[in-house]
Nanobody, 115 residues
């Protein structure tokens, strides 16, 4: 089993910044790719960014240039630095970890961008 614990969500004004963190524990040697997904009310879950063990990254077009994902393999953590936040970034953000045979998910953390 892999357990994912998220932190860093909250309320921020448009144009502001937040940093999300996710710590993995358990059978962590089996994890390949980790990433962040989000789900807004009435919308499907979508990929925000992910990162391989080797450091290769992918970003949704909507967040390119504003969000940065990073990974610390020694600490088994990933971060998502979110800058220039927009109201449309409002969603529940979920940490994801992929292994050979299944995916694991965090509990989700709410990000609200509003004045």
């Amino acid at each position: 089993q892999v357990q994912l614990v998220e932190s860093g969500g909250g309320l921020v004004q448009p144009g502001g910044s937040l940093r999300l963190s996710c710590a993995a524990s358990g059978i962590i040697f089996s994890i390949s790719t980790m990433g962040w997904y989000r789900q807004a009310p009435g919308k499907e879950r979508e990929l925000v960014a992910d990162i391989t063990r080797g450091g290769s990254t992918n970003y949704a077009d909507s967040v390119k240039g504003r969000f940065t994902i990073s990974r610390d393999n020694a600490q088994n953590t990933i971060d998502l630095q979110m800058n220039s936040l927009k109201p449309e970034d409002t969603a529940v953000y979920y940490c994801n970890a992929e292994t050979t045979f299944r995916s694991y998910w965090g509990q989700g953390t709410q990000v609200t961008v509003s004045s």
